[in-house]
């Protein structure tokens, strides 16, 4: 048996990852797709009566992706589950458990919509921002050697800088907390070849949610809607009648937050969008970063003559039960 086609390395998850396998003679083949790491069994298919087997490993990879907001102090984060390292093992059934097998080289591949060639920063929001004293936000880099950072706040004439680096390359995690800058008017976080982005630190509003979200450019985006439009909270009952009439069995109860942007430009609205589609969204708070579930289906991003906002509406992940009774 031979592999005659495999991904490349690094990969992109959102685009076809396949793997194709020829023996010489007819057979039935079982495929494993495990975890490099630890050799956990990802996903398994079985070929019948073939010569050659081909098929898309993507929608097996993209379950193995686990994607969580980063906490802490400013500086590298451990990028645990943001990729995927795996391989495939190919074995025909006849004789099981005695059968010759072979392995597909190990391959790594990230969690982005296209190809990526390092050194990048994987983002989909813009490079110059806002942020307001207390927030954080968190950057993801993409490097075949060691990564150096440097954070330089500027208060005023006085600039003081930070530096950050990493042991290797690969995929790396940087969390930058406003927090340990209290002074800054400006931020810069320079990650040399990767890229750079440039933070206007600006006051806390009053009522403002910060989201951050998984993006298609492989990292967690973040961004701070300013104004909360309205807040409802939805009830629904399960009644039971009984000797003494009409009960409330069980209570469930469901809060909704309409946020509004700030009016931004078309290629923020772009990056800001894929709140709506993204898999995983958190509310940021100061005690971490709580699930939620953004409702709206639909923004708008370009409206002739006319500055544009998004508006969308969020909930909580699961909804609150309250037996009363």
């Given at each position: 048996m031979t592999f005659t086609q495999i991904p490349p390395e690094y990969a992109p998850l959102g685009g076809e990852l396949r793997y194709t396998v020829t023996t010489p003679e007819t057979a039935t083949l079982d495929l494993r797709i495990a975890d490099a790491?630890?050799?956990?069994?990802?996903?398994?298919?079985?070929?019948?009566?073939?010569?050659?087997?081909?098929?898309?490993?993507?929608?097996?990879?993209?379950?193995?992706?686990?994607?969580?907001?980063?906490?802490?102090?400013?500086?590298?984060?451990?990028?645990?589950?943001?990729?995927?390292?795996?391989?495939?093992?190919?074995?025909t059934a006849q004789a099981a458990g005695t059968a010759p097998s072979v392995h597909s080289p190990l391959?790594?591949?990230?969690?982005?919509?296209?190809?990526?060639?390092?050194?990048?920063?994987?983002?989909?929001?813009?490079?110059?921002?806002l942020i307001s004293h207390g927030e954080c936000d968190e950057l993801t880099l993409f490097s075949d050697e060691a990564v150096t950072v440097?954070?330089?706040?500027?208060a005023g004439t006085t600039a003081t800088a930070e530096s950050y680096r990493t042991a290797t390359g690969g995929l790396h995690v940087f969390r930058l907390d406003t927090r340990d800058f209290p002074e800054a008017e400006t931020l810069a976080v320079d990650a040399g070849a990767c890229g750079s982005v440039a933070y206007t630190v600006i006051p806390a509003f009053s009522g403002a949610q910060r989201l951050a979200w998984r993006s298609s450019a492989g990292g967690i985006e973040h961004y701070t809607f300013p104004i909360e439009k309205s807040e409802s909270v939805e009830t629904t009952r399960q009644r039971a009648y009984g000797a003494e009439g009409h009960l409330v069995a069980r209570t469930r109860t469901e809060r909704?937050?309409?946020?509004?942007?700030?009016?931004?430009?078309?290629?923020?609205?772009?990056?800001?969008?894929?709140?709506?589609?993204?898999?995983?969204?958190?509310?940021?708070?100061?005690?971490?970063?709580?699930?939620?579930?953004?409702?709206?289906?639909?923004?708008?991003?370009?409206?002739?003559?006319?500055?544009?906002?998004?508006?969308?509406?969020?909930?909580?992940?699961?909804?609150t039960g309250m037996p009363w009774n």
């Open positions: 790491g630890n050799g956990m069994l990802i996903g398994a298919k079985r070929f019948a009566g073939i010569t050659s087997a081909s098929f898309d490993a993507a929608p097996y990879l993209r379950r193995a992706v686990a994607f969580v907001p980063t906490t802490g102090s400013t500086g590298f984060h451990m990028a645990d589950g943001r990729s995927v390292a795996a391989y495939i093992e190919a074995q391959r790594t591949f990230l969690p982005c919509r296209t190809n990526v060639t390092a050194p990048a920063l994987l983002t989909s929001m813009p490079l110059v921002r440097t954070v330089t706040a500027q909704r937050t309409v946020l509004v942007s700030a009016y931004e430009p078309r290629a923020a609205l772009e990056g800001l969008s894929e709140v709506l589609s993204s898999p995983d969204v958190w509310l940021a708070g100061d005690d971490g970063y709580t699930a939620i579930d953004v409702v709206t289906e639909k923004s708008v991003l370009h409206r002739h003559g006319a500055v544009t906002c998004l508006e969308i509406e969020i909930r909580p992940k699961r909804k």
